[in-house]
T-cell receptor
Framework: KAGVTQTPRYLIKTRGQQVTLSCSPI?????VSWYQQTPGQGLQFLFE???????NKGNFPGRFSGRQFSNSRSEMNVSTLELGDSALYLC?????????????FGPGTRLTVL | AQSVTQPDIHITVSEGASLELRCNYS??????LFWYVQSPGQGLQLLLK??????LVQGIKGFEAEFKRSQSSFNLRKPSVHWSDAAEYFC????????????FGRGTSLIVHP
């Protein structure tokens, strides 16, 4: 079974721009979560999508948004980028109905904002 | 609210020495507990998990962890560390079913001396 894939792996943007990151979960997984990881703040939960609906949301400004498609693939968008948005963005999928609540992580997208 | 504390930011051990990484959690009911490992530039990989039953859990790469309800702890151990174990280790606590948002600790960086 293929793992969680994220594209692109690396991204360089400038302040004020917007960016879209993509995540393909493990086949059959309906839950996709996004995390921001920085040295200062650690792993912070952004949001979770389940069956195309945002089910949970972390404490991030509205510049951070996401969506999920019918095939469970998910995208997150960050508008009006700030220097502080530089981070590793991790996507994780979870197999709904398994009862394990184990998340499988992708390799991440490294975003650098200049 | 659930929370996870990893009291050690960095731990340094010699190759071949034993290892114990500490994790304390706060959760109102019986938690689901996880240990993840992250190598530089990579996503998180699950080492082991505890849901119920035997409180001593075996994981991959020779790791084990023990759930101690009385101490609210879930410490990770390995009898003999290899240089390739140098990485960041994260403890996480979750809840069963429904809207699942795991809470991660800040991580412990393991440094292995030859």
């Amino acid at each position: 079974k293929a793992g969680v894939t994220q594209t692109p792996r690396y991204l360089i943007k400038t302040r004020g721009q917007q960016v879209t990151l993509s995540c393909s979960p493990i086949s059959g997984h309906r839950s996709v979560s996004w995390y921001q990881q920085t040295p200062g703040q650690g792993l912070q939960f952004l949001f979770e999508y389940f069956s195309e609906t945002q089910r949970n949301k972390g404490n991030f400004p509205g510049r951070f948004s996401g969506r999920q498609f019918s095939n469970s693939r998910s995208e997150m968008n960050v508008s009006t980028l700030e220097l502080g948005d530089s981070a590793l963005y991790l996507c994780a999928s979870e197999g709904s109905g398994t009862g394990t609540n184990e998340q499988f992580f992708g390799p991440g997208t490294r975003l650098t904002v200049l | 609210a659930q929370s996870v504390t990893q009291p050690d930011i960095h731990i340094t051990v010699s190759e071949g020495a034993s290892l114990e990484l500490r994790c304390n959690y706060s959760y109102g009911a019986t938690p689901y507990l996880f240990w993840y490992v992250q190598s530089p530039g990579q996503g998180l990989q699950l080492l082991l998990k505890y849901f119920s039953g035997d409180t001593l859990v075996q994981g991959i790469k020779g790791f084990e962890a023990e759930f101690k309800r009385s101490q609210s702890s879930f410490n990770l151990r390995k009898p003999s560390v290899h240089w390739s174990d140098a990485a960041e280790y994260f403890c996480a606590v979750g809840a069963k079913g429904g809207s699942y948002i795991p809470t991660f600790g800040r991580g412990t960086s393991l440094i292995v001396h030859p």
